[in-house]
């Protein structure tokens, strides 16, 4: 499919792009997107948590009451689960939450939310653009321009720049990332994707079916 191509003031350049099938157009793959935005997910995870079971606990290992004929369950310790204060039963422990994914199901996730975005029309491609300064109303003026200032946007450069990247950070809804950095969730959370120029070029090499990266 063809797009024009827009400057930053939201007007047509003249200039259109195609959009591959073989990215945009694929035969979508739900599973797959599962899989690699369940991966992210987990990978976020600091897997830190942790509670203290009963041979943690500070405290007297002393038998607190006699074994027989209180009428009472008989107890060891204070340590123990069930008194207040006693260790955790079965509690969290630090833990790694990443898993493998294969690099082809990956490429098909990018690749399957792609086509949905596509196919929804939720795409827009924008001539190569860099600010001057870091400026939050600069930036804000782009999404004006594309009528995009109230959605959740996704923009993707081709490489990194420091000025775009600063004017958007304090943006709400908005995000600005890299080709190599895009990933499977944050196509499928943003409900429009802004790429530019270099970034359609950039992804048509690394995300197509034959790539081997």
């Known amino acids: 499919m063809k797009v024009n191509v827009k400057n930053i003031s939201g007007e047509d350049t003249g200039k259109s792009v195609e959009l591959i099938d073989d990215i945009y157009g694929v035969e979508p793959n739900d599973h797959a997107v599962y899989l690699d ?28 009451k006699r074994q027989k004929g209180t009428g009472t369950a008989r107890a060891g310790s204070i340590k123990s689960p069930v008194f207040r204060g006693g260790g955790r039963v079965f509690g969290p422990r630090p833990r790694d939450y990443s898993f493998k994914l294969n690099k082809k199901l990956k490429k098909l996730a990018r690749r399957t939310a792609l086509s949905y975005k596509a196919k929804a029309e939720r795409v827009t491609v924008l001539e190569n653009f860099n600010l001057d300064a870091p400026k939050t109303k600069s930036f804000l003026n782009i999404l004006h321009a594309l009528s995009v200032q109230q959605e959740k946007s996704l923009v993707v450069l081709d490489n990194v720049s420091a000025n775009v990247y600063l004017s958007s950070r304090n943006i709400p809804n908005t995000k600005v990332v890299t080709v190599d950095k895009l990933n499977t969730y944050e196509i499928m959370n ?19 079916s034959k790539a081997t990266a």
């Open 37 to 64: 935005v369940k991966q992210y997910l987990a990978n976020q995870r600091q897997g830190t948590h942790k509670s203290k079971e009963r041979a943690e606990i500070a405290g007297s290992t002393r038998k607190i």
């Open 190 to 208: 943003a409900n429009h994707l802004i790429l530019s120029e270099g970034a359609v070029e950039k992804i048509e090499s690394l995300f197509n």
